[in-house]
């Protein structure tokens, strides 16, 4: 479902990476490592066609996403260094926009428990200027347990979890993995998916 065919990136007339093959079906996850600097956002932002590589292509169901990417970005979750979301709204705010954006149901109820079990339980109704960074970044999180989409593509989605909060989502990686959904991840922590995975190293 998610293809890399030769890909190649550089920084300046720094080459980060070339020759990245992989093909990645449902239910399957992908690892990249690789140490700082070696690229792996800048393959993560190639992957959901928010740049472009200086060789190779990406499919998504067997078509070019530098072509249009807009199938894919339909069904893409992607969370990055930039989370997405509105200072001055607050948790549930953010949320229930976010739901207005892609036409999905905001159950209240459902949202709370979820911002609850990241350790937000108090400060849902808070604007986000005031919470942590790593506070936003649940908030971020949140949004791929209430309005999950096929492909999942998240950059270090374990910082600043505790431990309640990093088992919700490892729970909630492996139901999505479980229903045929696909996941790219980069991570300096290790975490243990119960499921069919490929890891890619951008490490020379």
Not at 52 to 75: C, K, M, Y
Not at 79 to 96: F, T
Not at 97 to 107: C, K, R, Y
Request: net charge neutral.
């Amino acid at each position: 479902m998610l293809t890399a065919h030769q890909l190649a990136a550089k920084k300046g007339r720094v080459t980060l990476f070339e020759n990245i093959d992989f093909e990645l079906h449902p239910g399957q996850w992908l690892f990249l490592s690789g140490a700082n600097g070696s690229g792996k956002t800048t393959l993560l932002r190639i992957l959901c066609g928010l740049g472009q590589p200086e060789r190779g292509q990406v499919l998504w169901r067997n078509a070019p996403t530098q072509i249009d990417s807009t199938p894919l970005r339909r069904e893409m979750m992607y969370v990055g260094h930039a989370l997405g979301l509105k200072e001055e709204l607050s948790a549930l705010e953010n949320l229930r926009f976010h739901a207005q954006l892609t036409q999905t149901v905001f159950e209240m109820a459902k949202t709370q428990d979820v911002l609850a079990s990241l350790g937000l339980r108090g400060r849902e109704n808070l604007p986000l200027r005031v919470l942590s960074q790593g506070q936003k970044r649940r908030v971020a999180l949140a949004k791929l347990l209430l309005y999950p989409l096929p492909l999942w593509i998240l950059d270090e989605p374990f910082v600043a979890l505790d431990a309640q909060g990093l088992e919700v989502l490892v729970r909630g990686i492996q139901a999505h993995l479980a229903q045929q959904g696909l996941l790219v991840y980069t991570s300096h922590q290790r975490v243990e998916i119960d499921a069919p995975g490929l890891e890619v190293s951008l490490s020379p």
